[in-house]
């Protein structure tokens, strides 16, 4: 199991579908999942530091999980079937709850948890950007920070 960290999220044209991209913290490997606008705008408001007038969902479940006595340990992104992630939300006391990889990230950033993949996904859908690639991350880094949440607004999951 690697320790991933969100690079970020950008909206892949032309099928306007936003991506959510992390990378092995201790490794050159990157994990591109797909995922919806809703979930793509909550961390994209997370890592640009918004907080809402009120709170979204993910905040409202990091408040739940507080308010009930419980602890978020870490996310793990555990299987991959037929072009579907799934990942899963591990609590103190050994308690794990399935959960969509993109609301398991919105989840981790707001409760600042680690952020794992199994082998087997990054084996599977894991890629590796040659060295003469690595301009095009820095391209993905600028996107990143230029980018506003209303971006991610009207994107359809695929």
């Known amino acids: 199991m690697s320790e991933m960290r969100v690079v970020g ?3 892949e044209l032309p099928a306007n579908q936003p991506i959510l ?7 050159d490997r990157y994990l591109p999942i797909w995922i919806g606008s809703v979930e793509a705008t909550a961390i994209a ?3 640009q530091g918004v907080k809402p007038a009120r709170p979204l969902t993910h905040d409202l479940l990091k ?3 507080g308010a009930l006595g419980r602890r978020l340990e870490q996310v793990r992104i555990t299987d991959l079937q037929e072009g579907t992630f799934y990942a899963e939300l ?3 006391g050994g308690i794990t709850v399935s959960a969509r990889p993109s609301d398991s990230v919105a989840l981790a950033l707001r409760v600042g948890v680690p952020i794992h993949a199994d082998e087997s996904v990054l ?3 894991g890629l590796v950007i040659p060295d003469e ?3 095009e991350v820095e ?3 600028e996107f990143l920070d230029s980018v506003s949440p209303e971006d991610f607004r009207g994107a359809q999951p695929g």
């Open 21 to 27: 991209l992390l990378r092995e913290t201790q490794g």
């Open 133 to 135: 690639q690595e301009d």
């Open 90 to 92: 591990i609590f103190d």
């Open 123 to 125: 084996s599977e859908a």
């Open 9 to 11: 999220v950008r909206v």
């Open 45 to 47: 408001l997370e890592q």
């Open 63 to 65: 408040d739940v999980i």
């Open 139 to 141: 391209k993905f880094r």
